[in-house]
């Protein structure tokens, strides 16, 4: 009788407390769903698998800042590199299309534009930016390997290469391959942020980021020589460089 009195009173306490008990795991799991989004929205502003920042949209929308053209020169770029109506222009790690819209409008419907990114969320930016352009042009998307821009052989006269350089691994030999690329005559042009003071506050670590010395280097090593360069960007170098072997 006594075992049966002190399981009914346990009972009893058990039912008593259950309650109290109930509504604290409850608070736990609100606590821990609420905090599960939250987990998921910081992961979001951390770099995604290619550099790029998650919120690709605000980054693209970012890069086409009007006030980008101050110190970037478009028209004075799109000059220099001498791009004519009916070129062919691959704008590698074309980004939010900022150059290539300005290439389109160079090379006219007579020529061609290659947009060649690894992100299809940028490709998909800059097709529809081009679509708002309500010009004629011939535009080809192209969703691009870490290790291969997969141009086609001999298809373009220019590779146009802007902030995207010391994304680049294995830098010698993907230019070693991308020389296929190049039509007789063709050369590549390449934009970087200096990677000491004169490139100033960049919002971002410049560890990563590609002395001029060190392209030259690799270049030479990927097969080509200095051609032309271009000091007008006050926080970039701007090389244009074509097959070693060219006289």
Known sequence: MSDERGTNSLASDTRKHMP???????????????????????????RGSHGNPRDLKAYLETLDDPARDREQKPSQVIEALGIKPGMAVADLGSGS???????????????RVYAVDVEPEMLDYVKESIVHMHIPSTVEFVLARPDNPKLPFESVDLIFICNTFHHLENRPTYFEHLKSALKPGGRI??????????SGDLGFSKQHLVPRETVLEEMGKGGY???REHTFLPRQYFLEFVPAERT
Not at 20 to 46: C, D, G, K, M, N
Not at 97 to 111: D, H, K, L, Q, S
Not at 189 to 198: E, M, Q, T
């Open 20 to 46: 109290i008990y109930l509504s604290r795991v409850f608070v736990v799991l609100l606590f821990l769903a609420a905090s599960v989004p939250t987990l998921a929205q910081h992961s979001q502003h951390e």
């Open 97 to 111: 299309g900022y150059f290539t819209r300005r290439f389109v409008e160079a090379v006219t419907e007579t020529g």
């Open 189 to 198: 042009a390449i934009v970087d942020f200096y990677h000491d003071d004169r």
């Open 225 to 227: 020589k200095l051609a």
